[in-house]
T-cell receptor, first 115, second 114 residues
Protein backbone atom coordinates (compact mmCIF):
# COMPACT_ATOMS: atom_id res chain seq x y z
CA UNK A 1 0.00 0.00 0.00
CA UNK A 2 1.41 3.36 -1.01
CA UNK A 3 -0.50 5.59 1.35
CA UNK A 4 -3.27 8.08 0.76
CA UNK A 5 -3.50 9.10 -2.86
CA UNK A 6 -5.07 12.32 -4.10
CA UNK A 7 -5.82 13.30 -7.69
CA UNK A 8 -5.23 15.58 -9.36
CA UNK A 9 -2.25 17.13 -7.60
CA UNK A 10 -2.92 20.49 -9.17
CA UNK A 11 -6.03 22.02 -10.69
CA UNK A 12 -6.44 25.41 -12.30
CA UNK A 13 -9.99 26.41 -13.08
CA UNK A 14 -11.91 29.47 -14.11
CA UNK A 15 -14.23 31.10 -11.63
CA UNK A 16 -17.70 29.63 -11.90
CA UNK A 17 -16.60 26.20 -13.06
CA UNK A 18 -17.15 23.00 -11.13
CA UNK A 19 -14.24 20.86 -9.97
CA UNK A 20 -14.01 17.41 -8.45
CA UNK A 21 -11.15 15.92 -6.48
CA UNK A 22 -10.58 12.30 -5.65
CA UNK A 23 -9.04 10.69 -2.58
CA UNK A 24 -8.05 7.05 -2.30
CA UNK A 25 -7.39 6.21 1.34
CA UNK A 26 -5.21 3.48 2.71
CA UNK A 27 -7.08 0.25 2.19
CA UNK A 28 -9.17 -0.92 5.13
CA UNK A 29 -9.12 2.51 6.75
CA UNK A 30 -12.67 3.21 7.85
CA UNK A 31 -12.30 6.90 8.47
CA UNK A 32 -11.65 9.49 5.81
CA UNK A 33 -11.22 13.22 6.36
CA UNK A 34 -11.10 16.28 4.15
CA UNK A 35 -9.24 19.43 5.16
CA UNK A 36 -8.58 22.73 3.46
CA UNK A 37 -5.30 24.56 3.85
CA UNK A 38 -4.84 28.13 2.68
CA UNK A 39 -1.48 29.81 2.31
CA UNK A 40 0.17 30.49 5.64
CA UNK A 41 -2.45 28.65 7.61
CA UNK A 42 -2.85 25.25 9.14
CA UNK A 43 -5.35 22.77 7.75
CA UNK A 44 -9.01 23.38 8.55
CA UNK A 45 -11.39 20.49 9.04
CA UNK A 46 -14.09 20.21 6.39
CA UNK A 47 -15.78 16.85 6.80
CA UNK A 48 -15.25 13.23 7.67
CA UNK A 49 -16.65 9.84 6.80
CA UNK A 50 -16.85 6.62 8.68
CA UNK A 51 -17.18 4.04 5.95
CA UNK A 52 -19.77 5.53 3.57
CA UNK A 53 -21.51 7.67 6.18
CA UNK A 54 -20.68 11.36 6.32
CA UNK A 55 -20.73 12.02 10.06
CA UNK A 56 -19.54 15.57 10.40
CA UNK A 57 -19.51 18.67 8.27
CA UNK A 58 -17.79 21.90 9.15
CA UNK A 59 -19.55 25.21 8.77
CA UNK A 60 -16.75 25.98 6.31
CA UNK A 61 -18.41 23.54 3.93
CA UNK A 62 -20.85 25.77 2.10
CA UNK A 63 -23.70 24.53 -0.07
CA UNK A 64 -21.37 24.65 -3.06
CA UNK A 65 -19.27 21.88 -1.54
CA UNK A 66 -20.29 18.24 -1.51
CA UNK A 67 -18.36 15.16 -0.52
CA UNK A 68 -19.18 11.54 -1.10
CA UNK A 69 -17.75 8.18 -0.25
CA UNK A 70 -20.16 5.88 -2.07
CA UNK A 71 -18.74 2.48 -1.25
CA UNK A 72 -16.74 3.31 1.80
CA UNK A 73 -13.52 3.31 -0.18
CA UNK A 74 -12.49 6.32 -2.26
CA UNK A 75 -14.05 9.74 -1.74
CA UNK A 76 -14.75 12.71 -3.96
CA UNK A 77 -14.99 16.37 -3.05
CA UNK A 78 -16.87 18.56 -5.52
CA UNK A 79 -16.93 22.33 -5.55
CA UNK A 80 -19.61 23.93 -7.66
CA UNK A 81 -19.43 27.43 -9.08
CA UNK A 82 -15.89 27.95 -7.84
CA UNK A 83 -14.87 31.29 -6.41
CA UNK A 84 -11.42 32.79 -6.03
CA UNK A 85 -11.68 32.25 -2.29
CA UNK A 86 -11.79 28.51 -2.91
CA UNK A 87 -8.15 28.58 -3.97
CA UNK A 88 -6.36 26.38 -1.45
CA UNK A 89 -4.75 23.03 -0.86
CA UNK A 90 -7.35 20.33 -0.23
CA UNK A 91 -6.01 17.55 1.96
CA UNK A 92 -7.40 14.10 2.48
CA UNK A 93 -6.50 11.82 5.37
CA UNK A 94 -7.55 8.37 6.48
CA UNK A 95 -7.31 6.39 9.67
CA UNK A 96 -8.36 2.99 10.95
CA UNK A 97 -11.19 2.89 13.42
CA UNK A 98 -9.42 1.81 16.57
CA UNK A 99 -10.73 3.40 19.71
CA UNK A 100 -11.01 7.09 20.19
CA UNK A 101 -7.96 8.04 18.29
CA UNK A 102 -5.84 6.55 15.61
CA UNK A 103 -3.17 8.28 13.65
CA UNK A 104 -4.48 9.86 10.49
CA UNK A 105 -2.32 9.53 7.39
CA UNK A 106 -2.44 12.45 5.02
CA UNK A 107 -2.19 12.56 1.26
CA UNK A 108 -0.09 15.11 -0.58
CA UNK A 109 -3.11 17.22 -1.36
CA UNK A 110 -4.74 18.79 -4.39
CA UNK A 111 -3.81 22.40 -4.98
CA UNK A 112 -6.71 24.35 -6.47
CA UNK A 113 -6.21 27.69 -8.16
CA UNK A 114 -9.29 29.59 -9.25
CA UNK A 115 -8.58 32.32 -11.79
CA UNK B 1 -13.04 30.00 21.61
CA UNK B 2 -10.87 27.00 20.91
CA UNK B 3 -7.60 27.97 19.29
CA UNK B 4 -3.99 27.04 18.77
CA UNK B 5 -1.28 29.64 18.47
CA UNK B 6 2.23 29.25 17.20
CA UNK B 7 3.93 32.57 17.96
CA UNK B 8 6.81 32.10 15.55
CA UNK B 9 5.88 32.29 11.88
CA UNK B 10 9.39 31.51 10.72
CA UNK B 11 12.54 30.30 12.48
CA UNK B 12 16.04 29.88 11.11
CA UNK B 13 18.60 27.73 12.90
CA UNK B 14 22.04 26.48 12.05
CA UNK B 15 22.53 22.80 11.42
CA UNK B 16 23.52 21.10 14.65
CA UNK B 17 21.92 23.74 16.83
CA UNK B 18 19.05 23.02 19.18
CA UNK B 19 15.48 23.85 18.28
CA UNK B 20 12.35 24.78 20.19
CA UNK B 21 9.05 25.54 18.49
CA UNK B 22 6.36 27.06 20.63
CA UNK B 23 2.71 26.13 20.81
CA UNK B 24 -0.04 27.44 23.05
CA UNK B 25 -3.64 26.36 23.06
CA UNK B 26 -6.91 27.63 24.40
CA UNK B 27 -9.35 24.86 25.20
CA UNK B 28 -12.03 24.05 27.73
CA UNK B 29 -10.24 20.98 29.01
CA UNK B 30 -6.86 19.47 28.32
CA UNK B 31 -7.18 18.10 24.81
CA UNK B 32 -5.12 15.64 22.89
CA UNK B 33 -2.04 17.42 21.59
CA UNK B 34 -0.08 16.75 18.42
CA UNK B 35 2.79 17.98 16.34
CA UNK B 36 2.81 17.42 12.59
CA UNK B 37 5.48 18.16 10.01
CA UNK B 38 4.84 19.06 6.38
CA UNK B 39 7.78 18.91 4.03
CA UNK B 40 7.61 20.45 0.57
CA UNK B 41 5.56 18.23 -1.71
CA UNK B 42 4.82 15.81 1.12
CA UNK B 43 1.76 15.08 3.15
CA UNK B 44 1.43 15.94 6.80
CA UNK B 45 3.24 13.47 9.03
CA UNK B 46 2.58 12.94 12.71
CA UNK B 47 5.71 13.58 14.79
CA UNK B 48 4.30 12.88 18.22
CA UNK B 49 1.18 13.05 20.35
CA UNK B 50 0.24 13.56 23.97
CA UNK B 51 -2.80 11.96 25.54
CA UNK B 52 -2.02 11.73 29.23
CA UNK B 53 0.65 10.63 31.66
CA UNK B 54 4.28 11.61 31.29
CA UNK B 55 4.38 15.21 30.15
CA UNK B 56 7.52 14.69 28.10
CA UNK B 57 6.76 12.71 24.98
CA UNK B 58 9.16 11.31 22.48
CA UNK B 59 8.45 11.26 18.79
CA UNK B 60 10.00 10.28 15.51
CA UNK B 61 13.08 11.82 13.95
CA UNK B 62 14.55 12.70 17.35
CA UNK B 63 11.83 15.18 18.32
CA UNK B 64 10.28 15.52 21.75
CA UNK B 65 7.62 17.78 23.22
CA UNK B 66 6.73 18.83 26.72
CA UNK B 67 3.20 19.47 27.91
CA UNK B 68 2.85 22.18 30.54
CA UNK B 69 -0.68 22.43 31.83
CA UNK B 70 -0.08 25.63 33.78
CA UNK B 71 1.08 27.39 30.64
CA UNK B 72 -1.28 25.65 28.20
CA UNK B 73 1.77 24.92 26.13
CA UNK B 74 3.13 22.01 24.15
CA UNK B 75 6.52 23.04 22.82
CA UNK B 76 8.47 20.92 20.37
CA UNK B 77 12.20 20.43 20.80
CA UNK B 78 15.12 18.80 19.11
CA UNK B 79 18.66 18.85 20.51
CA UNK B 80 20.46 18.92 17.17
CA UNK B 81 18.81 19.99 13.94
CA UNK B 82 19.60 18.37 10.60
CA UNK B 83 19.23 20.08 7.23
CA UNK B 84 16.45 17.62 6.39
CA UNK B 85 14.36 19.04 9.23
CA UNK B 86 13.59 22.15 7.17
CA UNK B 87 9.81 22.06 6.83
CA UNK B 88 6.55 23.49 8.13
CA UNK B 89 5.57 22.40 11.62
CA UNK B 90 2.02 22.39 12.88
CA UNK B 91 0.79 22.06 16.42
CA UNK B 92 -2.70 20.63 16.69
CA UNK B 93 -5.29 19.81 19.34
CA UNK B 94 -8.34 17.60 19.45
CA UNK B 95 -11.00 17.10 22.09
CA UNK B 96 -10.78 13.90 24.06
CA UNK B 97 -14.17 12.83 22.79
CA UNK B 98 -12.98 12.27 19.25
CA UNK B 99 -10.35 13.04 16.73
CA UNK B 100 -12.90 14.55 14.41
CA UNK B 101 -12.45 18.14 15.39
CA UNK B 102 -8.71 18.57 15.13
CA UNK B 103 -7.69 22.21 15.23
CA UNK B 104 -4.37 23.05 13.66
CA UNK B 105 -2.22 26.03 14.47
CA UNK B 106 -1.00 28.36 11.71
CA UNK B 107 2.36 26.63 11.50
CA UNK B 108 6.00 27.57 11.95
CA UNK B 109 8.30 27.44 8.98
CA UNK B 110 11.76 26.13 9.83
CA UNK B 111 14.81 26.94 7.76
CA UNK B 112 18.14 25.25 8.45
CA UNK B 113 21.39 26.87 7.37
CA UNK B 114 24.60 24.89 6.98
Amino acid sequence: DTGVSQNPRHKITKRGQNVTFRCDPISEHNRLYWYRQTLGQGPEFLTYFQNEAQLEKSRLLSDRFSAERPKGSFSTLEIQRTEQGDSAMYLCASSPQTGLFAEAFFGQGTRLTVV
Amino acid sequence: AQSVTQPDIHITVSEGASLELRCNYSYGATPYLFWYVQSPGQGLQLLLKYFSGDTLVQGIKGFEAEFKRSQSSFNLRKPSVHWSDAAEYFCAVAPKTSYDKVIFGPGTSLSVIP
